[in-house]
């Protein structure tokens, strides 16, 4: 007998919105209900991809070529990870996906949202995010909470971070079926009560 397909749900934001803490939360309460959960993250998810995502993060590069690598990071994710646990029933929580690329690559860096759309349909016609949470926030704020070195993205300047989150909140109008928009100002805990709220029964 084959197990049901599992459920993917991604998580997006601008850097510094608070994603990890969170994702850390609804594994947790997914767990609880009995599911058998993968977390995983883009640019990553697999031995090769790790290895994309160091060179994205820290080398100078065009945005065509990051876009692209963006995507081969992707199928790696997919094909390693995402497809095969999907298929084994598992749930997959994954730290960014495509709509990174529209925010980032489109909103971001100007790159042509009919480009993505191609590369979308070449590398995961069959599959989109059950379910995208979004962390809102001003970047400002987002900003101040970013910790450690910057890598190249977070180096960028206020102006494309302010289009990345404009992006986001783009798509998550145009698909407001699959976007849950978390407004990520609040404190952490109250969020998380939020979640595990929504989380308990989510299916
Ligand atoms: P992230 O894992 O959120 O960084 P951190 O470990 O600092 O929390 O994401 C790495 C960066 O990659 C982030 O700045 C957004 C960027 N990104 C894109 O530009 N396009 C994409 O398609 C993806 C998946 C990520």
Known sequence: MRAERGRFITFEGVDGAGKSTQIEV??????????????TREPGGSPTAEKIRRILLSDPMSPKC????????????????????????KWVLCDRFTDASYAYQAFGRGMPFKEIRLLENF?????????????????????????????????????????????YLKLAEMESDRFLVV?????????????????????
Request: proline share 6%; aromatic share 6%; hydrophobic share 40%.
């Open 26 to 39: 609804i594994d947790e309460v997914l767990r609880t209900r009995g599911i058998e959960v993968v977390r």
């Open 66 to 89: 990051e876009l692209l690598m963006m995507f081969a990071a992707r199928q790696e994710n997919l094909d390693k990870t995402v497809r095969p646990a999907l298929a084994a029933g």
């Open 123 to 167: 590398v995961h016609p069959d599959l989109k995010p059950d379910l995208t949470v979004l962390f809102d926030i001003p970047t400002e704020v987002a900003a101040r909470r970013l910790q450690g070195e910057p890598d190249r993205f977070e180096r960028e300047k206020k102006e494309f971070h302010d289009r990345v989150r404009k992006g």
């Open 183 to 203: 407004d990520a100002t609040r404190p952490a805990e109250d969020i998380s009560k939020e979640l595990r709220k929504i989380f308990l029964s989510w299916n």
